[in-house]
């Protein structure tokens, strides 16, 4: 998953640390350098595929390069980063939002690394003064944490277990991990020298990109596969209990169906499967030097894999396979292309359960079309069978535009009164039902208000039964006791009006 690199360059950052028994010192920002370049030396060898950015911080924030997988191109910047004033996390952490969001959105997870001397900063901008005041925050920003997307936090101290600093920032920096609701981490090195610093940089890349490896098995044919990124185990909240899936390393072909059928269902998460090339290839006997050399110079591109086979199989005939992942838990497998001519094997992750696809219906019952006769072979999507309890379709205001038309239309109707009064209350209730369910109550009364506004520039060509009806329904609306969502706002009788 992507990763986020926060640098602390405020002074302290400066001090200098013995690293020797002689006189040969260096700074904690140049012990971060080092530990940061390892950790991306480890993941240029074990995990090419990750997006890593870098961001410096002290008061303020500076973005020095964006996600990028060109790793090298990060090392370079740290060389360039001048020191700064003091430190100011709370700021930092804003600047991760606005990064991430503007990337990745609010739905991928992403990972932070804070790598830091210990100091939380002092004054009002420090970490200790930003927590205590996570209660009493009117008129300013919300706390950046937790973050408006899923991040877990990581935060590397390059002091000593000793440092009073450390000791007293320790509860602030566990505070801050525990309000992002994931399991992050404070580490440590045992020494504050290069040796250690890269080790536990090292150590922690490898505990944040374990690459998950298993095994992909339609019927008797099966591949030994790589999932990029690693999936984690996914959390369901319920009212009464909180259930945790983890992923089996199994993920055994169900079935197939057609690409256009399974559309864009609410996933979890997307895997790209990649083969396994670690595996050693399987000592053969030989009978002579000569055939065991020709055996460990195959290229690997001419060994069968039911990989490609089911890639290209997908990609030919459109199709998706439906794959179980664990105990009643589901996804795709699918070609997806994301150029012309290239193209790779993709894994949809569906949330736990079996009817989670509204269109397909329950995915237990579904079965290859040669067991059924042909008037038992139905299509998609699947009408249920209970019967829905409305109407017309629900009203959905995302944007302001289709507020506005609402109203637009409602006005429309009212000018063509009385020949439009049935279609007016029908709009009116319409919009004053959505209204209340979605607590919406300001909306009555500025729809009143537009009303009065209605008499008020009726040109004297208007049927007088406009005037009254728009000023009998203004009065309705304005009515607390008129606010339940079963009541309905029924035309006034005028004389104007059929009896």
């Known amino acids: 998953m992507p990763t986020v690199i926060l640098l602390d360059v405020s002074l302290s950052m400066t ?28 993941l240029s060898i074990h995990s090419k595929l990750e997006f890593i950015s870098l961001m410096a911080f002290s008061s303020l924030y500076e973005e020095r390069c964006p996600f990028t997988r060109d790793y090298n191109a990060i090392k370079a910047e740290l060389k360039n980063i001048e020191d700064y004033d003091k430190t100011c996390i709370e700021t930092a952490l804003h600047g991760v939002n606005q990064m991430v969001l503007g990337e990745w959105g609010n739905n991928t997870a992403c ?57 007293k920032s320790k509860a602030l920096f566990q505070r801050l991990i525990d309000l992002t609701g994931y399991d992050g981490s404070i580490l440590l090195p045992e020494n504050l020298n290069e040796s250690s610093v890269t080790t536990l940089f090292q150590k ?13 098995k339609c019927g008797n044919l099966d591949s030994k596969v790589v999932l990029s990124p690693a999936p984690v185990a996914y959390t369901k ?41 670690s595996l050693t290839k399987p000592e053969i ?54 150029s012309k001519k290239k193209s790779n094997l993709m894994l949809t992750i569906l949330t736990p359960g079996s009817d989670v696809i509204p269109w397909l219906g329950d995915l237990n019952y579904l079965g ?32 302001q535009a289709g507020l506005q038309s609402d109203i637009q239309k409602i006005l429309r109707h009212a000018r063509k009164l009385p020949e439009k009064t049935q279609q007016f209350y029908k709009e009116l209730n319409r919009l004053r039902k959505a209204a209340i369910s979605l607590g919406f109550l300001d909306l009555l009364n500025g729809l009143a208000y537009i009303f009065d506004q209605e008499c008020i520039q009726l040109p004297s060509s208007a049927h007088p ?3 009254l009806q728009l000023q009998h329904a203004a009065d309705v609306l304005r009515k607390t006791q008129n606010r339940d969502i079963k009541y309905l706002v029924m035309p006034l009788q005028t004389n104007y009006s059929s009896a």
Not at 372 to 377: A, E, G, W, Y
Request: hydrophobic share 35%; with cysteine.
């Open 15 to 42: 001090r200098p640390v013995q690293v020797g028994e002689g006189f040969e010192t260096i700074t904690r920002k140049q012990l971060a350098e080092l530990g940061i370049n390892a950790f991306l030396d480890h």
């Open 465 to 467: 039964d406009c005037a």
């Open 237 to 277: 909240l319920t009212d009464f209990e909180c259930q945790t899936y983890n992923m089996s390393d199994l993920i055994e072909v169900c079935g197939f169906i057609s690409v256009s059928d399974v559309g864009s269902p609410m996933a979890i998460s997307r895997h790209l499967i990649l083969p396994d090339n």
């Open 111 to 167: 990972q932070i690394l804070l790598v830091t001397d210990g100091h939380t900063g002092i004054g009002p901008n420090s970490l200790k003064e930003s927590i205590a005041s996570l209660n009493q925050r009117n008129n300013q920003l919300p706390y950046p944490v937790p973050f408006t997307f899923p991040g877990k936090l990581h935060i590397v101290c390059l002091a000593s277990p000793n440092d009073l600093n450390f000791i």
């Open 285 to 338: 006997s030989s009978k002579n030097d000569t055939d065991s050399n020709e055996e460990e110079t195959t290229d690997e591109s001419r060994v069968p894999s039911f990989c490609v086979l089911l890639h290209g199989a997908l990609r030919v005939e459109n199709m998706a396979a439906l794959v179980s992942i664990g105990d009643n838990w589901y996804g795709f497998v699918y070609s997806w292309a994301d």
């Open 368 to 399: 290859s079309a040669e067991s059924f006769t042909p008037d038992q072979i139905g299509s998609f999507p699947v009408k249920p069978v209970e019967k829905r309890s409305y109407s017309q379709n629900g009203v959905v205001w995302i944007r």
């Open 204 to 216: 922690l890349a490898e505990d944040m990109y374990t690459n998950f490896k298993g095994t992909l």
